[in-house]
């Protein structure tokens, strides 16, 4: 890879954050891989995930060994199993300059593994 940005797209997962479902290379809208809540590209949302725009929105993204779980304002809305690298970089993005995206209360906690947590449950 030519630099961390290229790697980070070419061997990462990306949370959508695009009520629009945009796709770039047709220039069209409705595409449910690229709208929010998707794995984009990989997994499209299991539920609407429609959302007020200008309004706060609380996303929960818990990437625990290959499981991406996504829930979106309390709902959950994407479990998924990808195949990609389990390390890596955490990166938010906007797109361009027309598209005005802002976070807040941003937090990182390391989970237990899914293996871990498996046999605590089974041996209390």
Known sequence: ???ALQEADALGREIQIDQRGYDSVTNT???LLKITGA????QAPSTSTVVQIGAWNNFLIEANGAR???????QLVNDYQ?????TGYIALQAHDF???TQFRNLQLK???SE???ETEHLHP
């Open 110 to 112: 390391k989970l237990p």
């Open 98 to 100: 027309l598209s005005r």
């Open 82 to 86: 990808s195949p990609r690298e389990q």
């Open 39 to 42: 794995i984009y590209d990989l």
């Open 115 to 117: 293996k871990s947590a």
């Open 29 to 31: 809208e409705g595409h």
């Open 1 to 3: 890879m030519q630099n």
């Open 68 to 74: 991406i779980r996504v829930t979106l304002n309390g």
